[in-house]
């Protein structure tokens, strides 16, 4: 018997039919003698819909009021999920996140989880209770309901699960799994059987949307381990895991050690409208980089990939570094704005860069990656305009229009096409 949480995402439950098909996922695992608690999302579609209620009402309104009014799509849906579980003959309870209770502090919007008390969830569970609990919220130190932000069921459902001492996090959604790269841009992607958290937080922060960054973080923080998988499998067909062996279908994020065969390069990200802006012959002196990338802060404005070349003599510097495209022209001026601050001789840069990645545990005991990337680049004419790597990762910018190209030479290149 394992203890597991479940969550399901908004196209999960877009409606009363696919509550049904998720609900039928949540029987087999109660038939298979497992405690489950479910986490769920609010429908496809519904929390766009509450947050333009509420500019519509004021565009200059109370954060706990827009709470109180985006809140109420999970209730729909946990509401919907027990009734549905229980007409099923599973006895089941909704919960709303402050009666749970999930405590997080008072950033309404944007709140965070401070903590979860998970008795009246776990004595549930050993009841044969399945607790359906709404994701994206909770309540403040205040007794006001609060939201996580965009994406905060997934971060919800980790939590929950290392609340109750879960054995893993199910997150279903409308992907089978996580896979080498984007099948859209490249058909022979495979599906992992399993990645480090490591792994998939690279993966998650530099492009790939199967999960959200933070909800990763929790689970690496927590060794909580989570399988990726689609609501849309059939419930009731036979449990086999991506490899064709019976077992859990999807992909596991787990703990590196979890991990048998390592593989140099676990997976290929793109990451398109990406802008590079050049700051020549900056004064080198202490402060210089802090004065910079800090009037950026201060306008919100998101900083990727830096790198600083020093002169001959010392006295001056370039820094280049990437912003989101959509943020480039905010931050040109920012920086023009804040000329009496930044010494600099000519401030230059373009739009249209896509940052390429490889992302694989295996590159830590492998020399040569970095170098055999470049190569693989260059043999198909693909100029690199920067480059910055972790220990698990190298990252280049490259023209947009040769992103897809890049992705396809180099999945083939690190053998990820085959089995």
């Not at 004021?58 to 999970?74: C, K, P, Q, T």
């Not at 054995?167 to 399993?194: E, S, W």
């Not at 990337?373 to 693909?382: E, S, T, V, Y």
Request: glycine share 10%; with cysteine.
């Amino acid at each position: 018997m394992a203890r597991i949480v479940m969550k399901f995402g908004g196209t999960s439950v877009a409606d009363v039919e696919r509550i049904r098909q998720a609900a039928r996922h949540v029987k087999r695992e109660v038939d298979a003698g497992n405690e489950v608690a479910v986490v769920v999302s609010a429908m496809s579609g519904k929390t766009n819909e509450l947050v333009g209620w509420v500019n519509s009402a004021s565009r200059l309104h109370d954060a706990r009021e827009y709470d109180a009014v985006v809140a109420s799509g999970e209730q729909v849906t946990a509401g919907l999920m027990a009734i549905v579980l229980s007409d099923m003959g599973i006895p089941s309870r909704s919960f709303a996140g402050w009666q749970v209770p999930i405590h997080t502090d008072d950033a309404h919007g944007a709140a965070r989880i401070t903590g979860i008390e998970p008795e009246a969830l776990t004595s549930r569970m050993a009841e044969g209770i399945v607790p359906v609990v709404t994701g994206f919220q909770g309540v403040s130190p205040s007794g006001r309901i609060t939201t996580l932000g965009r994406g905060g069921s997934d971060t919800s459902a980790v939590a929950v699960a290392a609340a109750v001492g879960a054995d893993r996090c199910d997150i279903y959604t409308d992907v089978d799994g996580v896979y080498t790269t984007d099948p859209r841009i490249v058909p022979k992607a495979q599906r992992l059987n399993r990645i480090a958290f490591e792994e998939m937080l690279e993966m998650a922060s530099l492009g790939a949307k199967v999960l959200m960054i933070r909800s990763v973080e929790l689970a690496m923080a927590h060794k909580v381990r989570l399988v990726v998988r689609s609501t849309f499998d059939d419930p009731d067909a036979p449990q086999i895991a991506p490899d064709g062996t019976p077992g859990i279908p999807g992909t596991l994020v787990c703990d590196e050690e979890e991990i048998m065969e390592k593989q140099i390069v676990s997976g290929v990200t793109l990451a398109k409208s990406e802008a590079k802006i050049t700051l020549r012959d900056v004064k080198d002196k202490p402060g210089v980089a802090a004065a910079i990338f800090g009037t950026l802060a201060d306008q919100s404005i998101v900083v990727d990939m830096i790198v600083q070349n020093i002169s001959d003599d010392g006295a001056t510097t370039d820094i280049t570094f990437t912003v989101p495209e959509s943020e480039y022209d905010k931050a040109v001026a920012t920086l023009e704005g804040a000329g009496d601050r930044i010494e600099y001789a000519k401030l230059s840069g373009s739009k249209g860069g896509a940052k390429i990645s490889v992302v694989g545990v295996g590159m830590r005991s492998h020399a040569g990656v970095a170098s055999s990337m470049f190569k693989a680049l260059a043999d198909k004419g693909i100029n690199i305009q920067l480059i910055t790597t972790s220990e698990i990762k190298t990252s280049v910018l490259i023209d947009e229009q040769y992103a897809e190209l890049a992705v396809r030479a180099l999945h083939t290149y690190y053998g990820l096409d085959k089995q």
